[in-house]
């Protein structure tokens, strides 16, 4: 079926390190990719979206290129900070027509300074 | 600024009590969507609402939740008798549809706990 699949955290940082969150995915056709973030206490907020091959969705810093040939859409930040520490979450829609979202697991930044 | 708001924020019951859970979508949007979160399953959807018909309520369990949407501005997930396993954090995200479909806007989730 289709599915998300992203690394185990916590992912455990100093402030200033690179970032990088792996994400995979199973799925028929063409869907459209997603990263949300989830900071302590809220609800997720969509971080940053690609809808086609080769498309890179990009936003406070973070970017994501959509692979297709790898089913890959890992996150990545050059320089995190310490009000990055949060849930992320990779996520996908289905290229047929519906509207849902089908989530990771979620993985848990923390950066220290 | 607009968003999605939920009600109550945090609910304390007892077994075998009902809980009603309540969500005002963003004014304009037409898919309104109800997550349930646990550290067990992480985010599963239970149901949603696309123009207030529901589309997909494959992931709730029927016998005892249910969910309506008696009006554009309004959104309800009631779960009658609760039991402790419902224990979560409940989200509300509603959105567009076409071609902004999959950017949801979430609500601050409702904490329910049931002993």
């Known amino acids: 079926g289709d599915s998300v699949t992203q690394m185990e955290g916590p992912v455990t940082l100093s402030e200033e390190a690179f970032l990088t969150i792996n994400c995979t995915y199973t799925?028929?056709?063409?869907?459209?990719l997603f990263w949300y973030v989830q900071y302590p206490g809220e609800g997720l907020q969509l971080l940053l979206k690609a809808t086609k091959a080769d498309d890179k969705g990009s936003n406070k810093g973070f970017e994501a290129t959509y692979r297709k040939e790898t089913t890959s859409f890992h996150l990545e930040k050059g320089s995190v900070q310490v009000s990055d520490s949060a849930v992320y979450f990779c996520a996908l829609r289905l290229s047929y027509n519906t509207d849902k979202l089908i989530f990771g697991t979620g993985t848990r930044l923390q950066v220290f300074p | 600024d607009a968003r999605v708001t939920q009600t109550p924020r945090d609910k304390v019951t007892e077994m075998g009590q009902e809980v009603t859970m309540r969500c005002q979508p963003i004014?304009?949007?037409?898919?309104v969507f109800w997550y349930r979160q646990t550290m067990k399953q992480g985010l599963e959807l239970l149901a949603y609402f696309r123009n207030r018909a529901p589309l997909d309520d494959s992931g709730m369990p029927k016998d005892r939740f249910s969910a309506e949407m008696p009006d554009a501005t309004l959104a309800t997930l009631k779960i009658q008798p609760s039991e402790p396993r419902d224990s979560a954090v409940y989200f509300c995200a509603s959105g567009l549809g076409g071609v902004n479909t999959g950017e949801l806007f979430f609500g601050e989730g409702s904490r329910l706990t049931v002993l």
């Open positions: 799925a028929t056709g063409y869907p459209s």
């Open positions: 004014l304009g949007h037409n898919t």
